[in-house]
């Protein structure tokens, strides 16, 4: 019985054994197998949110003004591929319900991508008023939302183009135009005058003074621009072009600063000399019949434009004067001084004066008058200036009235008879010219036999003659 119970519990062993390595070692082996496979699949799941995690993209919205329609810059940042599989909206437009569309949109990292929605529906068109919000969807299910609210009558980003140093007595233009981006004109410049959005807009400012500065201020939607300063200059009639200060193109995203400086330019004192003409403008010749005579004087002042000459007069007093005189009792100036309160470079201002002459003799006169620039202030440099004259000489004519005398024999008479008639016979004969009849009278000329001479007395037809002063 013993050997049999032996026999029993080897058996038993074996069978556990066999139990063992039938169940348990395959369980092990199963559980095993499916941690790797979960490990597998965590692993995957993991990398999956890491791409996700990893994709970085930049979307923004912009228009196509020629179609009107939504245009979107798409940026991958990241640095791996982006899919981007659909592409969705909602507006406050009831008439056009929220709707996605299914892409195949490759955008490799680093790069940019031009998207027009037209070619997923070209019958989608963006109302003025409504606005419209956009995102993108990838393949990994990540949602990358459009950074501008669409509004197509409202351009969402200010361009500013700060201009320093601008030179004076220039026309400065400023010009923003869509260029190409990709292919593609995208964006549009809000035009505040028409209150409309163009492919270009254009804004200017004329500079009255030195190193003036100025900010020029646009609207537009993202996009690639090109920003063009131009400086212009007066020529005669028309203004012509200096130079083209600054051209750059420029992508944009957000609210944007472009500076553009000329050179500034220090003030330094004006050598009045070479820069400033100073003349008295009156005729050389005066004419009256009177004893006396007014007439005006103007001093014509003018600061010529160049680069040398850099501010502006302030307070120029200017004076007239009488240096000399001859033909006359006395000579009266009024007022005595004049002020121009501002001459810019190229710029021409005037002053008069008058004159009295009293006391004009009948040979004429002469009158000596000296101008000068008695003050001024540099309105930059705070230099003063003075001591610009100018002289002029006037020569005054004396106007006297003329006859005519004209003689005709007409007859051979003796004294008696050429007095009696010459009444008649004179008379009528002076009549009968085409002059203006003054007088007549009969002279007896002491000859053999003696002969009667009348002698007409006409106005002259120069009327006066004029007696000047020489100077």
Request: a neutral charge.
């Amino acid at each position: 019985m013993r050997g049999r119970s032996g026999v029993s519990t080897v058996i038993g062993a074996a069978i556990f054994v066999a139990i063992v390595f039938m169940i348990v070692i395959p369980l092990l082996i199963f559980m095993q197998r499916s941690s790797e496979i979960y490990q597998l699949e965590a692993l995957r799941a993991y990398r999956r949110e890491v791409e996700k995690l990893n994709q970085d993209l930049n979307v923004h919205v912009s228009l196509k003004l020629s179609s009107k329609t939504p245009v979107f810059i798409v940026e991958n940042k990241g640095a791996m591929m982006i899919n981007i599989s659909s592409i969705c909206y909602t507006s406050t437009d009831v008439s056009q319900p929220a709707n996605c569309y299914e892409t195949k949109i490759r955008v490799p990292q680093a790069l940019v991508r031009i998207i027009d929605l037209s070619y997923y529906d070209p019958s989608f068109t963006l109302k003025d008023g409504e606005l419209y919000f956009f995102k993108l969807v990838s393949d990994k299910g990540r949602i990358y939302q459009g950074r501008e609210v669409m509004n197509s009558s409202n351009p969402p980003y200010n361009l500013l183009v700060e201009v320093s140093n601008m030179k004076y007595d220039r026309r400065y233009v400023v010009s923003v135009s869509v260029a190409d981006l990709y292919g593609v004109d995208v964006g549009c410049v809000y035009d505040s005058e028409t209150k409309d959005c163009k492919l270009n807009a254009v804004q200017e400012l004329y500079t009255y003074t030195w190193n003036q500065n100025n900010t020029f201020s646009f609207r537009a939607f993202p996009g690639n621009y090109t920003i063009e300063v131009e400086r212009y200059y007066w020529n005669v009639d028309h203004w012509e072009l200096e130079e083209k200060v600054f051209a750059r193109s420029i992508l944009l995203k957000d609210n944007s600063v472009v500076q553009v400086g000329e050179k500034h330019e220090p003030a330094k004192p004006i050598d009045l000399n070479k820069y400033l003409n100073f003349t008295i403008l009156v005729p050389g010749v005066q004419m009256t019949s009177e004893d006396d005579l007014t007439f005006n004087v103007s001093v014509i002042v003018r600061l010529i434009q160049d680069k040398n000459v850099t501010e502006n007069l302030r307070d120029a007093v200017i004076s007239l004067e009488v240096i000399k005189r001859t033909g006359c009792t006395g000579v009266a100036v009024s007022p005595k001084k004049q002020v121009i309160e501002m001459l810019k470079p190229g710029q021409t201002a005037a002053v008069t004066f008058n004159i009295d002459v009293q006391g004009i003799g009948d040979l004429g006169a002469v009158v000596y008058l000296k101008a000068t620039l008695d003050s001024a202030v540099g309105e930059r440099t705070g230099e003063g200036y003075s001591g610009i004259s100018r002289t002029t000489a006037i020569s005054i004519c004396k106007l006297s009235n003329t006859t005519m005398v004209m003689y005709s024999f007409l007859g051979e008479s003796g004294c008696g008879s050429c007095l009696t008639n010459c009444e008649g016979d004179c008379k009528n004969y002076c009549a009968s010219h085409n002059y203006t009849y003054v007088g007549y009278v009969c002279v007896l000329v002491n000859a053999f036999p003696p002969k009667c001479r009348c002698m007409c007395i006409f106005e002259s037809p120069t009327g006066v003659i004029p007696r000047c002063g020489i100077p």
